[in-house]
């Protein structure tokens, strides 16, 4: 069954450290994995979008990593900011030509920074 | 600046109405998407349209759920008849491209309460 499974549920920072968030998946084959950044509220905004042979992607402080033999992604936030509390939501497209192909979505991971 | 509209923001209707929503994409975009949102399931794709065709909705319970595009700027999802078991948060989304790897723009959600 396709999933994808992200960790931690939840994470709670200091302004200014860095964080990592992890994505699994066992989804197979795939054509690519976003990031998205949820903010409490509001709609999901896109971070980074990597294909199957790209190894990392970067968007300001958020580094997208990708390796597509062990089936992880993180998403690395550098010199995090208060601005930076949401729900990260880590989704993947199975390969598009399949029938009745859907997106895989993640359960999210919820971010709070505090100063 | 160009963004996907959704209405209404917030609704709270009883068990057994009819719902409707409603999505204005940004303007251009081919492709349009519906999501629901819980903090059980996460997001899950309900339906998606390409130049106003559906090409999926195996997402979206057939028998009370219905997605439409009357125009190239306005997408509808109804709900009819509502269940407590729908209450969740649904975004539309759109995008230009060639079905599920578009890069999706989503709207600010409706709140959906069914009591």
């Known amino acids: 069954k396709n999933q994808v499974e992200q960790s931690p549920q939840s994470l709670i920072i200091l302004e200014g450290k860095n964080c990592t968030l992890q994505?699994?998946?066992?989804?197979?084959?795939?054509?690519?994995l976003r990031w998205y950044k949820q903010d409490t509220g509001r709609g999901p905004v896109s971070l980074t979008i990597m294909t199957f042979s790209e190894n990392t992607k970067s968007n300001g402080r958020y580094t997208a990593t990708l390796d597509a033999d062990t089936k992880q992604s993180s998403l690395h936030i550098t010199a995090s900011q208060l601005s930076d509390s949401a729900s990260y939501i880590c989704v993947v497209s199975p390969t598009p030509n399949q029938a009745g192909t859907a997106l895989i979505f993640g359960k999210g991971t919820t971010l709070s920074v505090s100063s | 600046d160009a963004r996907v509209t959704q209405t209404p923001r917030h609704k709270v209707t009883e068990m057994g109405q009819e719902v409707t929503m409603r999505c204005q994409p940004i303007?251009?975009?081919?492709?349009v998407f519906w999501y629901r949102q819980t903090m059980m399931q996460g997001l899950e794709l309900l339906a998606y349209f390409r130049n106003r065709a559906p090409l999926d909705d195996s997402g979206m319970p057939k028998d009370r759920f219905s997605a439409e595009m009357p125009d190239a700027t306005l997408a509808t999802l109804k709900i009819q008849p509502s269940e407590p078991r729908d209450s969740a948060v649904y975004f539309c989304a759109s995008g230009m491209g060639t079905g599920l790897n578009t890069e999706a723009f989503f709207g600010q959600g409706t709140r959906l309460t069914v009591v």
């Open positions: 994505c699994n998946y066992t989804v197979s084959p795939f054509s690519n």
């Open positions: 303007l251009g975009h081919n492709t």
